[in-house]
């Protein structure tokens, strides 16, 4: 857990871990002596250059603006806090290479068999979903950021599905907040991926 009162500087470089400076700097677009000053405390981040660290990082820009501890590092270590911190950036860094959407929906297909079919299931959904959901976040930024019009729609198809399983399993755990963000994400997804079928159904299920 990251200290309540640790400065920006400080957060950046606990979350860099050992990550060297300079690589992370050319990565965020910077120098690594600003980013060496920002971590001494010396100059303070523009907020778009604290959210470019946020993502290479791979953590959500308020783990490193916030002056108190993130809410999810001060509650238990469930399934439903990772997939929450894995909805608001919690993941594998910007520059790390996203898994493909043959393997997403591979993994999708095996999450819903499990959702449906298993006496288990809530148990391996806990175990399955917030790695699943950090990938799935990570591989659509860079789908719509990259210039493979049919890996994007199929990364977005599998992100669709796997939202509209987290909108029902964090329901069902009592997350209606969370439910409610994976409602509107599986909505966005279906429309992104212009997949007339899964936003009508998408549709239905939100109302």
Do not use: N
């Not at 806090?81 to 043959?102: H, M, Q, Y």
């Not at 909108?167 to 409602?183: E, F, H, K, N, P």
């Amino acid at each position: 857990m990251v200290a309540a009162d640790l400065p920006i500087g400080d957060r950046i470089r606990h979350y860099r871990g050992g990550r060297r400076q300079d690589a992370v700097a050319g990565l965020v677009g910077i120098s690594p002596d600003y980013l060496s000053q920002i971590e001494r405390r010396l100059k303070i981040p523009s907020l778009p250059i604290l959210y470019a660290l946020a993502q290479e990082l791979g953590v959500p820009a308020a783990a490193l603006l916030s002056e108190q501890a993130p809410a999810e590092e001060e509650a238990d270590d469930t399934a439903e806090a990772a997939v929450g911190r894995a909805l608001l950036g919690d993941g594998p860094a910007l520059s790390a290479a996203p898994v493909s959407a043959a393997v997403l929906r591979d993994r999708v297909e095996a999450a819903w068999r499990s959702w449906q079919t298993s006496g288990t299931r809530f148990t391996e959904a806990a175990q399955t979903l917030p790695a699943l959901v950090a990938d799935v976040e990570h591989a659509a930024r860079a789908a719509l950021a990259g210039t493979d019009g049919a890996e994007r729609r199929a990364v977005l198809r599998a992100s669709a599905d796997l939202y509209c399983l987290l909108r029902s399993y964090l329901r069902r755990t009592g997350r209606v907040d969370l439910a409610t963000v994976a409602a509107d994400r599986a909505v966005r997804a279906a429309e992104d991926a212009d997949a007339p079928l899964r936003i009508a159904a998408e549709q239905v299920a939100a109302a």
